[in-house]
């Protein structure tokens, strides 16, 4: 990007530019010299005190070149008084070349040309033949000019370029930064939503058990301890799940990761429901098993179903219910009817629908849950279900 102000350069990129107008501007001066006609122009004075000095004052000119433009402008003005000052006229040229602007360097190569036409009157030199016609001298600057803004607008390309590769880098870094964040991001949400997925049921369950035993007084003696082995099966059965997902966590990335449960594993999951007190009813119509995505996400669906009845609807009536067809949709639905007695409920974590949400729009299908007019609650959602003999197909 081109700015009016140039940026400060260092002490060695300085001390180059000084050099490189030192080395142009001595051999032109020194040729000056030899064959200058001392006692006919009567300049002997001023070329050995007043040119070097002129051509000084370009040079430290050059150094500050917060404005390029202004600069070489001065610099070329002044170079119709100093044969030595011509190389620090082409160098600013040169530098004004590097925005590559066209109006800028015309002005600056213009005014270039015509200071040194006005500088062989303040210097009428002559060779050993007869004089040349006045558009070679002009020709000659011309040619000096074009060949410093060449110069000149290849560094500033180079420049540009260098420029473009850095900020396509740190571009290409801040993305892949971003990526990582990302990642990271989503990485996090799938840990939560597997500790939720995995532990929500089973630790609601427990709460639900010891609830009873702490709100019913008139059971026997068979009935409490059914319930406590049920509440220490339940724990330690958390505690096996919790081990597997952090064994998933901390587990080698080559070795692959223990199967998800799936469809065939909800009438497992009812009747665990069941074990543990929950009336629980399982109604299906399938007669193929879906994708195991669809699997997948139809079990996350009926355990959360199970989590939320146990926590908010103690003793209600859960049935749970599967259809579809293959090649159209699986359609999930856990109802349940209004809460029979009152349990102390345990800590709801807020994010089980929610991940359930993000899940089931993974899978492309949609979600809906709202309470019932008997005050229960239905959760549905709704999958697709695609045919594997048309996927091939097509």
Not at 322 to 347: F, M
Request: hydrophobic share 45%.
């Amino acid at each position: 990007m081109d700015t009016d102000v140039a940026p400060w350069l260092g002490w060695w990129p300085q001390a180059w530019r000084l050099a490189a107008a030192a080395a142009v501007g001595i051999p032109v001066w020194l040729a000056t010299g030899v064959l200058l006609k001392w006692q006919a122009a009567g300049t002997g004075s001023w070329f050995l005190i007043g040119d070097p000095l002129v051509a000084l004052g370009c040079l430290t000119a050059l150094v500050w070149r917060r404005f390029p433009l202004a600069v070489a402008m001065t610099v070329a003005i002044a170079s119709t008084a100093s044969a030595l000052a011509t190389g620090a006229t082409l160098v600013a040229l040169g530098s004004v070349s590097t925005r590559r602007r066209p109006v800028e360097i015309g002005v600056v190569g213009l005014a270039y040309v015509t200071a040194s036409q006005f500088a062989v009157g303040l210097y009428p030199v002559q060779g050993p033949g007869p004089p040349g016609p006045w558009w070679v001298q002009l020709a000659f600057s011309a040619l000096t000019a074009g060949i410093a803004a060449a110069v000149g607008m290849a560094i500033g390309a180079r420049r540009a370029e260098v420029r473009s590769l850095r900020d396509r880098a740190e571009s290409a870094e801040r993305e892949q930064t971003a990526r990582a964040a990302q990642a990271r991001a989503l990485e996090r949400n799938r840990i939560a939503r597997e500790m939720h997925d995995v532990l929500a049921h089973r630790i609601s369950l427990v709460a639900m058990q010891a609830g009873v035993l702490d709100h019913r007084g008139d059971l026997t003696a068979e009935e409490n301890r059914v319930l406590v082995r049920s509440i220490a099966d339940g724990s330690h059965q958390a505690l096996e799940e919790l081990r597997d997902v952090l064994g998933v966590l901390r587990a080698d990335p080559t070795r692959p990761e223990p199967p998800q449960p799936s469809l065939d594993r909800i009438p497992e999951l009812a009747a665990d429901a069941r074990a543990s007190g929950l009336d629980v009813t399982l109604t299906t119509s399938l007669t193929a098993d879906p994708p195991d995505v669809v699997g997948r996400t139809c079990y996350r669906i009926v355990q959360e179903g199970l989590t939320n009845a146990a926590k908010h609807a103690p003793g209600a009536h859960i049935h749970i219910t599967l259809e579809g067809t293959e090649g159209d949709k699986l359609e999930v639905s856990v109802r349940n009817s209004p809460a029979i007695t009152e349990n102390v409920r345990p800590p709801a974590s807020g994010f089980g629908l929610l991940g359930l949400g993000e899940r089931i729009t993974l899978a492309g299908g949609t979600l809906d849950h709202h309470p019932t007019p008997d005050n229960g609650y239905v959760l549905t959602a709704r999958l697709p279900w695609p045919n594997p003999t048309h996927e091939k197909r097509t």
